[in-house]
RNA sequence: GCCGAAGUGGUGGAAUUGGUAGACACGCACGACUCAAAAUCGUGUGGGCUAGCCCCAUGAGGGUUCGACUCCCUCCUUCGGCACCA
């Protein structure tokens, strides 16, 4: 006999699951199959924090939870290594990244083993080796192929700090997610994969997915699909003519003027030549401005062109503008104004003096104050007056069809993924350019493109990688015509490697294809995805997109990766995000040392709820860490004497597996804990063998450790992971004594213990005779009698 | 500005087809043990007063209901997302 000391038993579990290989992937057809997986991490030089550990914890919950329940489970790692933190260091210490990373990897395993996670490291993996960045760079010669990556010049959103490229998506605000700079435009000719093409089939089918609808929510904006018709305007005294988008047909006879976006094609060519000067000045200076500054200048801008467009409902000469609150990258570049009806087209027409025409009532008929953005009945419209916005849409719409001047058009926020970055530390694009042939794909069977070493990690910021200076990687051959050719020397996003590593798990080792068909049918897709929100869109949106191409060319058989998604919260230190720069960082090391990784796993799941964000307290794991330490002082008490189950004890015990069961399914994981302190605070002085047994089982997933030396004390030779996860009894389940509250007027009063099956009147007979209840009831008349069964009985007084 | 989530004791939080608000834990107080402390164990702990068979109380105000943390309306605060997307 002695106290808990999780110093001796969790250093003694985790070699044995590790000598036994229990965390192991085992291959057994006939079981049903469970895939948990957790956002692989970017291992960064700080380490593991708390915070960090919330994720892992859940999903090892649930993995063991699954184990026990009889399923052949999936629970693997690695490391999504490529990215921006290591080629910084590389640049300011000179390290070579991949030395930094696998030092970083050796902290983190180190750290995740800790916590005696279950996972195969068998099956380890890492998006920066040859072998894995081989199938990365292999699906992309398969988009290229599919005519789904294409080089195109074009404005894109340049970190100068970074000094590389960055897609839509890592632009937050106007600034680069990652450093906070202000992002400028900058042309260049930039690799872009086609995701766009894909914009309906990845809205649609987000109504499959078991997914916080916050997520939901974030992607279906993001994407951002729109209705609407593509207008034709043509251009007086010109062959020309302006096509733009808008999802308000009914509002075009208050269209008084258009607008083209300052780097709009048809701008030089329809200005007035006395206006050219002013023309071309407006221009200059709103392509030097920033997104930033774009956006955040108060008053409207622009500049007439001297041209007119005709306003295809009624003929009209309207004037042609050319501002910059029009984006070149939406629709067609070019709107028509209402500005009776929009916001921003008022703020313009107020600023210029042009005309604003009203078109729009409301219901009622009356005229609204303007602008009015709402839908109503149309005036001024000539033989559409009257019509509601919705019936005019659509007569209108079909008139101009008819002669060719609209058509129905269908618009997205979402954008094609601007896919090349000028740094080192990626996968290269497996292009070669050759001056006869153009861009030719390197052959599969040359891949992977390594990437080679460098003496210089310094981004060039010409939008050349550091790669461009290796003449004797760049300088290779055509492989089809055999001249000598260049490499491309962009690499990939850090996201490319993420998108597909989830299949990966199933056959890590495979050199032939990207996973054994056979491996990828049955393990995928994930069933459980473990992760933090802020991968809502990018990640999340991104691999869903591989996912459906990989399903277009046969890899996979489903359009969805991840079945069902959970976002742990965040933990916080004083009410902020840890993180190293703010210093209030919590590291799990020093806490697995004095109170053991159980308790620190317990006290990340009662924190508070998994999907909210908790204040980590200190003392909170000391009160998990005493509630160990009183479970195992009962069960060495129990060991010494122990006593026969009696029906309590029995009906306890199936509670408990009821609650537990029930908590876990429904991620509760917060009140698991709970419940088993309640029945440890319940338990007396001593719990029968089976009440022990069925504590110990239920525990393993949360306290594996001390879960494994219990279940040894019980006297079983083999791992608790080998038993079988308990099914409550449904007849244990039943409570025949229950408390019924009394209420007077919906005022509790009192309570009474009756038989669960009581009648009303039995209810009602014993609770008028209680009293606090008589007192209220004094010189009161009973008008009516709620009796809701096992609950309440409420008197209504008069 | 638009969209969404949240607001419960000193603290983290529990409670949902509307049915005893505050489980569990932290903290605190008192007691036991001890020379003493720590640890441990036990008891108490939403607020108020006139101390009861009382009143008030789930961000504020209203509503529906026999009964509202829970449903509806208005507002406040905090957080998250989007933001000149026509």
Redesign the pocket.
Known sequence: MGGYNHREIEPKWQNYWDENQLHMTTNDPSKPKFYCLDMFPYPSGSGLHVGHWRGYVLSDVWSRYKTLQGYQVLHPMGWDAFGLPAENDAIAKGIHPRISTERNIINFKRQLQEIGAMYDWSREIDTTDPKYYKWTQWIFLQMYKHGLAYRKEMPINFCPSCLTGLA??E???GVCERCGTQVEKKMLKQWMLKITEYADRLLDSLKTLDWP??VL??QE??I?R?E?ADVKFSIADSTKSIT?????VDTLFGATYL?L?PEHELVNEITNSDRTAAVQDYINEALTKS?VE????KE??GVFTGAYGINPVNGEKIPIWVS???????????????PAH????F??ADRFNISIIPVIATDDGNIPELPYEEEGRLINSDLYNNLSSDKARKVILKDLEKKGLAKRAV?????DWVFSRQRYWGEPIPIIHCPACGEVPVPESELPVMLPDVENYQPTGTGESPLAAIDDWVNTTCPLCGENAKRETNTMPQWAGSCWYFLRYVDPDNDKELADPQKIKYWTPVDLYVGG??H??LHLLYSRFYTMFLKDIGIVDYEEPFTRLFNQGMITKDSIKMSKSKGNVVNPDELVQHYGADSLRLYEL????PE????W?D??I??????I??LW?LFERSLEQLPQPTQESEKRRNRLIATITE?IESF?L??V??????F??DAGERLDKKSLETLVVLLAPMTPHLAEELWRKLGYEQSVFQAKWPKADPKMLVVDE????V?V?????A?VKVAVDAEESQVSDAAVN???????LAGKQVV?T?F?PG??I?F?VR
């Open positions: 839509n998506e632009v937050v605000g609808e916050k929510k974030m904006s993001w951002g729109s609407g733009v988008f808008t999802t308000r607008v976006a997104a774009r956006m955040a200048s409207k801008t910059d609150y029009v984006l070149i990258d939406y629709g067609s570049g070019a709107i028509m104004a209402v929009d916001e921003r087209d703020e313009f618009q997205y926020k979402m954008r929100v802020e809502a869109v009662f924190i508070g709820p909210v964000d908790s204040e307290m003392s909170g000391e009160g998990v860490y005493r509630f330490q009183r002082n908590r509760k917060n009140t804990v709970s419940a088993f302190m309640e440890i605070n229950v408390i019924v509250a209420q007027n919906g005022k509790t009063r309570t209680i009293p606090s209840v008589k007192n209220s009516k709620i809701v609950r309440i409420n209504v």
